[in-house]
């Protein structure tokens, strides 16, 4: 049975409009193969051409000129990964699980556990009262000024891009996949167990035949970028000016959808290897639309249209976006909460 968990529902009326989405929700075998094999192949051969400049000694700036175009790539095959988990790459159920978990294994990442905390993150996204699932830690302005200092200053340093874009996804990919997350079933904890094995076996492997001194400088910097480019693109799908947010009684999962999630605009190039994920507003609406099909969906129907796409240098901005001010409804920086010790949760937010 394929997992492709319904995320409009109940509290509003779908648009008529939203019908129209379901004939982008199938899979296509030969458009999905063909994703495989032109970004599979050509990641294998890129570290295969880094593995040769560390053991030629040549210089490691092209070694790592190979690392940003292997990580770009990375970037892709995570996304391929992440319409395994809904379901929506292929059209066998056991085919989306066992190219999930390739997938998965080549992006540190175990499927069944990663699915079951990603599907939360799409039935609470927006909701104020049920945060923490698969999300980006967002502190309102009243709980950041009622926090107990140590816990502001944790929050500050989390949010800090050195440790949010930097140590941030390292950790994340590195030591935090390698353990199963909170409320894990047995399924999700084989899934953590069979990855790291099978991420052992690859290391093993490869120290065995090229040195494991020269699978970590080529390994590493793909890593790095990737995991930076990966939680970059989360960051900004949710963390924008005019996000929806909303406390449970009030929250709208069709306003969550369409306003909570952005519409990335990026270059044809960033957008081929981030797998079309810009249009995170089109994915909310229908999870089951595979990443091949969210642009002609965002094409077809109007409504999706209306969304006002971020741009590269726009997104950069959000970057200073770092509470949610409930009363104002927009997020604010900390240096907004500056020069007033007593400052109200409305009466603050105002840059």
């Known amino acids: 049975m394929s997992f492709n968990p319904v995320l409009i529902v109940a509290k509003v009326e779908k648009p008529d ?9 199938h899979a296509n075998p030969l458009i ?8 599979f192949i050509p990641y294998l051969l890129t570290l295969a051409l880094m593995v040769l400049t560390v053991r030629h000694g040549l210089p490691y700036g092209l070694t790592l000129a190979l690392a940003v175009v292997a990580s770009g790539l990375f970037v892709r095959l995570f996304i391929f990964f992440h319409d395994c988990v809904h379901g ?3 059209p066998s159920p056991r085919w989306n699980r066992n190219v999930g978990y390739l997938c998965g294994i080549l992006t540190f990442t175990a499927f069944h556990d990663w699915r079951r905390s990603h599907s939360g993150h799409h039935i609470t996204a927006g909701d104020l009262d049920r945060r923490g699932m698969g999300d980006i830690t967002t502190m309102t302005v009243e709980e950041y000024q009622k926090a107990a200092l140590l816990q502001r200053v944790a929050y500050r340093l989390y ?3 050195l440790v949010l874009l930097g140590i941030g996804p390292l950790y994340y990919f590195l030591i935090r ?18 990855t790291n094995l099978a991420i052992v076996v ?48 009030q929250w709208d999962p069709w306003r969550s959808a369409m306003e909570g999630a952005s519409y990335y605009q990026l270059p044809k190039i960033l957008q081929w290897l981030s797998g079309n994920i810009g249009f995170h507003h089109v994915h909310h609406v229908r999870p089951g639309i595979p990443n091949y099909c969210l642009q002609e969906c965002y094409e077809t129907i109007e409504e999706l249209q209306k969304v006002k796409p971020i741009t590269l240098r726009t997104s950069l901005e959000s970057l200073k976006l770092n509470l949610y001010n409930e009363q104002q409804r927009r997020m604010v920086s900390f240096r907004s909460l500056e020069g007033s010790r007593d400052c109200g949760a409305g009466a603050c937010g105002s840059k």
């Not at 999905?32 to 970004?39: H, I, P, S, V, Y």
């Open 177 to 194: 996949n390698r353990y199963p997350s909170p409320g894990a079933k047995r399924i999700d904890v084989v899934s953590v167990i069979c």
């Open 17 to 25: 409009w939203y019908k129209k989405t379901s004939q982008f929700a």
């Open 88 to 90: 929506s790459f292929l």
């Open 32 to 39: 999905a193969l063909r994703q495989l094999f032109t970004t």
């Open 202 to 249: 690859l290391v093993v492997t490869a120290s065995l035949t090229i040195g494991l001194r020269t699978y970590l400088l080529v390994q590493m910097p793909v890593l790095i970028m990737a995991a930076t480019s990966g939680v970059w693109l989360f960051y900004i799908q949710h963390q924008f000016q005019g996000v929806y947010w909303a406390r449970h009684e």
């Open 159 to 161: 949010r800090h891009p």
